[in-house]
């Protein structure tokens, strides 16, 4: 199992197959519009820009699971992201990160890649999760790590074929 294994479903309502991604490098992120550590979008948008070619994609998933930060309907988030933040990587429709409803990438994910102290929760916005291009998660980031501070292990990464 890895993490090209999934699907979600995108801003705009459709299915997407996230094997369509397999051999590139992933950074999966949990977003929301209101919240302290916003600002990372233009960060995030930064590092697509820059890397896509070379294979990276960015996976934002919104998620209103923290303080009601993320209250939008998925049009909202999509126009909110683009507007502000000129943000064009892959942007998915609300999920959970949590609990028992939590979005199955998710629970990959964190199982892959436990926090402080072994724990499996998120514990806010912006967490990140860098996948290699085998679909394993390689590193995850706190929600205050910002993503510019991502670049050495992404070039890293980007240079494995």
């Known amino acids: 199992m890895d993490a090209f294994d999934f699907s979600a479903t995108a801003l705009g309502g459709e299915a997407v197959d996230l094997s369509q991604y397999r051999g590139r490098v992933l950074l999966v992120v949990n977003t929301a519009s209101e919240c302290v550590f916003t600002p990372q979008y233009k960060a995030l ?3 697509y820009e820059e890397y896509r070619g070379r294979g990276l994609v ?13 209250p939008g309907s998925e049009q909202q988030i ?18 959970d990160v949590n609990g028992n409803g939590a979005h199955p990438l998710f629970r990959f994910l964190k199982k892959q890649a436990p926090g402080v102290l072994g724990t499996q929760a ?12 085998d679909g ?9 790590t ?16």
């Open 122 to 133: 998120i514990k806010w916005n912006f967490t990140k999760f860098l996948v290699g291009r």
């Open 146 to 161: 910002g993503p510019d501070e991502l670049r050495a292990d992404i070039e890293k990464l980007l240079a494995e074929e």
């Open 58 to 70: 960015v996976l934002g998933f919104p998620c209103n699971q923290f303080r009601g930060q993320e």
């Open 78 to 95: 999509g126009e909110f992201c683009e507007k502000n933040f000129g943000v064009t990587f892959p942007m998915f429709a609300k999920v």
């Open 45 to 47: 948008e930064r590092l």
């Open 136 to 144: 394993q998660v390689v590193q995850r980031y706190a929600p205050q």
